[in-house]
């Protein structure tokens, strides 16, 4: 099992950047195939990036290709999704979560570990 918290989160302009972070604890993270998901109150939690357990692929939502990049450090157990060029449609609660596979991964289904979410707010 592994324990994931995400931080980071707050409140920036359309055109500013931010960088989340979600630290593991429990299980080994580099075990794990890793992605960030993200959800608007009333809405489907929607897909943003995932990265596989050693970094070698990653994948993006096309909402987010181009402005957004996952990466992972291993050896500190930490996920990180920076954001730039954020726009107010980018405004949501970002999750991170864990999934026990070697490949990157956009189905919420697969992932058996979350974080509580940060949230974050991008104003016009």
């Known amino acids: 099992q592994v324990q994931l918290v995400e931080s980071g989160g707050g409140l920036v302009h359309a055109g500013d950047s931010l960088t989340l972070s979600c630290a593991a604890s429990?299980?080994?993270?580099?075990?794990?195939?890793m992605g960030w998901f993200r959800q608007e109150p009333g809405k489907e939690r929607e897909f943003v990036a995932s990265i596989s357990y050693s970094s070698s692929m990653t994948y993006y939502a096309d909402s987010v290709q181009g402005r957004f990049h996952i990466s992972r450090d291993n050896a500190k157990n930490t996920l990180y999704l920076r954001m730039t060029s954020l726009k107010p449609e980018d405004t949501a609660v970002y999750s991170c979560?864990?999934?026990?596979?070697?490949?990157?991964?956009?189905?919420?289904?697969?992932?058996?570990?979350w974080g509580q979410g940060t949230q974050v707010t991008v104003s016009s």
């Open positions: 979560a864990a999934a026990d596979s070697r490949t990157v991964i956009s189905d919420a289904r697969v992932y058996a570990y």
């Open positions: 429990g299980r080994a993270f580099s075990e794990y195939a």
